[in-house]
């Protein structure tokens, strides 16, 4: 059961309305690596968990905080929106750079679809897809990806904090800097402690039907050899890294049938 408190979890008020600086924010809603896609990723990862409890909540704690993420880059959106200039007489578009200059950045989405308020887009329009979310079934898998899906958040906040110099919004972007700080490191705590208990290869049941002479190879397929330095060192699991220079094709050329005539969009 989900109950919504008016308040938010923490200021989300700017100095100052900037349809530009709004159309940025769309990326940390409704872009692949947005607050949207942690919500319903962990929420869905702690709804089909039957594992430990301690990680069923953690994933449903830190997906109901999500929500609040949305609500506060939402109500931000839509202040930094207020007063935004919906039309213009040519004239004055073209003797006001200032206003050319927000006309032609802001999002016109959110205001002839959204009537100048926030959308479950990126800043391009393109809409929030599930097809960014990952709930596995395999929790190991998943907090991995919940560590890449925090790291690469709060690189794009950190990137939104360069990009303005309200105070209001920057205020805001800490805030969730320090949250995404913390959500990555539990991230990082939890996949730990499962590959300690499961093992660090997803799944970790495979091992006796792998084929197993090709599963610590370094291949070389380009010009580089970089990845040579790896050859000698110890994986994760235990075992050596091997390499191969130039790695052969054993797959052969393969052999198909015709198609049937019928499929043809020729004749003879």
């Known amino acids: 059961m989900f109950k919504h408190n008016r ?16 159309r940025r924010l769309q990326e940390s809603l409704g872009g692949q690596w947005g607050e949207m896609t942690g919500m319903l ?25 999500e929500i609040g ?3 506060m880059i939402s109500t931000m959106v839509a202040q930094l929106l207020e007063g935004a200039p919906i039309y213009a007489e040519e004239e004055a578009y073209r003797s006001d750079p200032a206003l050319a200059a927000v006309m032609g950045g802001m999002d ?4 002839i679809v959204h009537g100048l308020t926030a ?3 990126n800043p391009n329009g393109a809409a929030w897809t599930t097809g960014y979310t990952t709930s596995s079934g395999n929790l190991v898998a998943d907090m991995r990806f ?21 105070e209001g919004v920057r205020d805001m972007l800490k805030f969730l800097l320090a949250r995404e700080t913390q959500h990555q490191l539990q991230f990082m705590e939890a996949q730990e402690e499962l590959e300690d208990k ?6 970790g049941d495979m091992k006796d039907i792998e084929y197993q002479e090709y599963s610590h190879v370094l291949m070389n397929f380009s010009d580089g050899d970089g990845s040579r330095q790896f ?7 235990g075992e050596k890294f091997t390499y191969q220079e130039n790695p052969e094709a054993m797959g052969g050329i393969p052999k198909l049938k015709p198609a049937d005539e019928q499929l043809h969009n020729h004749q003879g």
């Open 108 to 111: 016109p989405e959110q205001a």
């Open 146 to 166: 919940n560590v890449v899906r925090e790291s690469e958040a709060r690189l794009q906040v950190s990137r939104l904090y360069y990009m303005t110099r309200d």
């Open 7 to 22: 308040k938010l979890q923490y200021n989300a008020t700017p100095d100052k309305p900037d349809p530009l600086m709004a």
């Open 198 to 203: 499961y093992g660090v290869v997803v799944p």
């Open 69 to 71: 993420h949305v609500e």
């Open 41 to 65: 990723s962990y929420l869905s990862q702690g709804w089909s968990s039957s594992g430990d409890e301690k990680y069923k909540d953690l994933l449903l704690d830190t997906g109901t905080e």
């Open 231 to 237: 050859e000698g060192q110890v994986a994760k699991d």
């Open 119 to 121: 959308s479950l887009n």
